[in-house]
């Protein structure tokens, strides 16, 4: 627990409760009463409620709409299925105005839908929640997918051999051991539509508004510290009620589980019913994601001339025009994938660490530090980049100028989805093989070479790959402390955004197109690594 607990007190704590101390304390004098008086506002009240309900009902549709996906890519064998793993996970790594604006191209006035049936649901709630899903699905697909995919069939096949039906089979034996895997998804989840930005912003119009969108207005618009420090205080509150319910339910249903060999669980589809499960869940991934993917590269080709490749030429000289880029913003894609792989590592060094930790049941002291390891997930992005540039601007801990400060950053939303993905699996695994190790003579770290590390290497590419993906996509931490002469791919895309006319737009499509390809490309390379015998990703 060491390394991980001095990683986030000096990387987040820090830097945070920095930020929260300049707006609360001023001229010596600590102002408290500025707490209820922004808790008893009604305004403060409904950007609470719909924060709270909006989250539910967005996680509640996305494991509705997912788990079907999760189960086909946990148990079904068919052509393309590591590409349609990856197209999944591309959504994640969008920044989240960007994905916004394709929806925006959809659902709204002039957009798919109302081209051929009139219907508009921008400004409206169903945008927000489709679109959560959007980013979410492979939270789900990936998280309960890993597991699931380790799960011994045969257990539900005794089941069935006693006389359980199928649903009743998969109810009593198959579900309560996934139910770790499944509240770790839901969890996540939960807290990045909390969270919600870019989505509320675009889709949501000035009707809808979220904790996060009303400390980014207090903050950078009205420039009242006050207000958005409380806010955030309220934000963590929330936050900690949620994981302290997490945690709470999710260990009083943990068990050792059987796992075995992937390759021995994935099959060809069988009957009418399998095939129709398939293809209705390419279906929806064909709708749901693919579609607004579609939008991207179809505008970023859709010049004033026609079809061609006018924007992306002009993403060749944009570093002369007006002095927005100091480089050329191809360059921010090297920078993406170079900052990317660093806070690859150091989340799968603090996150394997932690989830370590985690599988010793020691009570109320690793309960608090699991929880602490999900509050980046809860924690305004706003929050946590200005915390950033006050905290760490003196020696030893001036970093301003450095590089390593963007993964640093980014490692922190990295960090609770190794600990997630990871820790249903170690948690299973059978204690009594690490003791029979230890009794034969094997070291501590030989029993973990040993025992648990061939068990949970599918755990561990898994984690690399939502880590690596979500730094990719890094946007609310990255575009306050990034350097100017060396951007990430979605702070180009914001500048391009933050630009009037219709080239700048184009260019803007054109950078998210190749942000989502150099997605789709590593996370395809990803799928390559040989974890087991399977190869299984």
């Known amino acids: 627990m060491a390394v991980p607990l001095a990683f986030f007190a000096v990387f987040f ?26 808790v008893t506002d009604p305004a ?10 909006q989250a539910v009902a967005s996680t509640a549709l996305t494991l509705a709409v997912a788990l079907p996906g999760a189960y086909v890519v946990a148990r079904f064998d068919f052509p393309g299925k ?28 002039g957009g798919l839908l109302d081209e051929l049936w009139g219907v508009r649901l921008d400004t409206s709630v169903w945008a927000i ?64 539509t909390f969270t919600s930005f870019g989505v509320i912003q675009i889709l949501g119009g000035p009707r809808y508004a979220t904790l996060e969108v009303a400390i980014y207005r207090e903050t950078a618009q009205l420039l009242d510290l006050p207000t958005a ?59 749901l994601i693919v579609t607004p993917l579609a939008v991207l590269v179809e505008r970023s080709l859709n010049g004033p001339d026609g079809y061609g490749f006018t924007y992306y030429e002009a993403l ?115 204690h009594r093989l690490r003791e029979a190790a230890a009794v034969l003579g094997a070291s501590p770290w030989r029993v973990w070479r040993e025992v648990d590390l061939p068990l949970v290497g599918r755990a561990v590419a898994v984690a690399a790959g939502f880590a690596f993906a979500v730094s990719l996509g890094e946007f609310g931490a990255t575009v306050f402390i990034a350097r100017p002469d060396h951007p990430t791919l979605p702070v180009a895309i914001a500048r391009f955004l933050g630009r009037a006319g219709q080239l700048t737009y184009g260019q803007a499509m054109a950078l998210s197109t190749i942000l989502m390809l150099v997605c789709a490309g590593s996370l395809l390379a990803l799928e390559r690594i040989r974890t087991d015998r399977s190869g299984e990703f």
């Not at 101390?21 to 001229?27: H, I, P």
């Not at 590409?83 to 659902?107: D, E």
């Not at 420090?229 to 059987?258: D, I, K, N, P, Y």
Request: net charge positive; proline share 5%; hydrophobic share 60%.
């Open 13 to 38: 704590a820090y830097p945070v409760a920095a930020i929260v101390t300049r707006g609360l304390r001023a001229d010596g004098r600590w102002r408290f009463g500025r707490i209820a008086e922004v």
């Open 44 to 53: 403060t009240l409904d950007v609470l409620w719909f924060t709270c309900w």
């Open 82 to 109: 590591g590409l349609l793993r990856a197209v999944v996970t591309v959504p994640f790594v969008l920044p989240t105005v960007v994905a916004g604006s394709a929806f925006l191209a959809l659902l709204g006035r």
């Open 129 to 192: 929640l489709l679109a959560h899903v959007f980013f979410n699905y492979a939270v789900v697909v990936r998280t309960v997918g890993g597991l699931w995919a380790q799960l011994d069939p045969r257990q539900e096949e005794a089941a069935r051999v006693l006389g359980a039906s199928r649903l009743s089979a998969w109810r009593r034996v198959t579900l309560p051991a996934l139910a770790p895997a499944v509240a770790a998804a839901a969890l996540m989840v939960f807290l990045f």
């Open 229 to 287: 420090a409380v806010l955030t205080l309220l934000q963590f509150a929330a936050v900690a009620a949620v994981l302290a319910l997490h945690a709470w339910t999710v260990r009083r249903r943990e068990s050792a589980l059987r796992l075995v060999d992937p390759g021995r669980t994935v099959r060809r589809p069988k009957g009418p019913a399998q095939w129709a499960l398939l293809w209705g869940v390419l279906a929806v991934v064909a709708l």
């Open 316 to 430: 060749r000289s944009a570093a002369d025009s007006g002095g927005t880029f100091f480089v050329a913003p191809m360059e921010a894609v090297g920078n993406s994938l170079w900052y990317a792989a660093v806070a690859t590592v150091f989340a799968l060094v603090v996150g394997g660490l932690a989830a370590a930790a985690l599988t010793r049941k020691a009570g109320m002291l690793v309960r608090g530090f699991d929880a602490l390891l999900m509050l980046p997930l809860g924690t305004s992005a706003v929050t946590v980049g200005f915390g950033f540039l006050i905290a760490l601007d003196e020696p030893p801990l001036d970093l301003r100028a450095s590089w390593i400060l963007v993964p640093l950053a980014q490692a922190l939303v990295g960090v609770p989805f190794v600990v997630r993905t990871m820790l249903p699996v170690l948690r299973a695994v059978d």
